[in-house]
């Protein structure tokens, strides 16, 4: 898999955390509002990656990835809610065209990547089938956490993460644009539970997802 990454983020490349899984039941699978992973956490440089592998089919009735194409070129949207992080971005805040959204449906097995500036979000699963998508995080070996390295008592650990290449004492440092995920969400755990806080929604006011809801 990181021969793939080669070419985006160099050969020197470290997984950022172990593999997640994001799921989703069968004819409900609530959506994920619209973020960026590097909202979450910060480098010192932006060379970081995600890359999902789903283990069910992916289509557009089951809550698909839907992205946002560019938009890892673009600025660093406000992921705050009431005074706290929040994991979201609340849509009534911000000029982004969403008319743009581009689903990445494909078949278990295959892979995504995508950047970790760029914006991306998924609906509900309205299908009858479950939706597992397997997610890896990696970035530039050069590329530290600005919150610092977790846990903060376990370098040999953050080296041990190195899974291609060498690890360095030498963080890259460029002018990346940079929000800080403090005070914490009030709300701790997955994602779903982050974005709790977020005062407007946008795919549960969305008319498909309000269809979803009434059926």
């Not at 590097?38 to 999902?52: I, R």
């Not at 970790?116 to 699963?125: D, Q, T, V, Y």
């Not at 008592?153 to 030498?170: A, L, M, Y």
Request: net charge negative; with cysteine; proline share 9%.
């Amino acid at each position: 898999m990181t021969d793939l990454l080669v070419p985006l983020i160099g050969p020197d490349i470290r997984l950022r955390a172990g593999g997640k899984v994001n799921m989703k039941s069968a004819g409900f699978g609530a959506p994920v509002e619209w973020h960026q992973d590097w909202a979450f956490y910060p480098h010192t440089n932006d060379d970081l990656l995600a890359v999902g592998i789903p283990l069910d089919d992916m289509d557009s009735n089951n809550g698909p990835l839907l992205v946002l194409p560019g938009t890892h070129k673009g600025p660093v949207y406000d992921h705050h809610s009431q005074g706290a992080f929040c994991g979201a971005i609340d849509p009534t805040t911000v000029d982004i065209d969403f008319s743009k959204v581009v689903a990445l449906t494909g078949k278990a097995g295959s892979m995504t990547i995508h950047h970790a500036r760029l914006i991306h979000g998924s609906e509900l699963n309205r299908s009858d089938r479950q939706r597992r998508l397997l997610l890896y995080e990696y970035t530039a070996a050069d590329a530290w956490p600005m919150a610092g390295v977790e846990p903060l008592s376990d370098f040999d650990e953050f080296n041990k993460r190195v899974v291609r290449g060498s690890p360095t004492i030498e963080p890259r440092v460029e002018p990346v644009p940079i929000r800080m995920p403090f005070p914490k969400a009030p709300y701790q755990g997955s994602i779903y539970e982050n974005q709790r806080s977020l005062s407007h929604n946008y795919f549960d006011h969305s008319p498909e997802a309000k269809r979803a809801e009434a059926t």
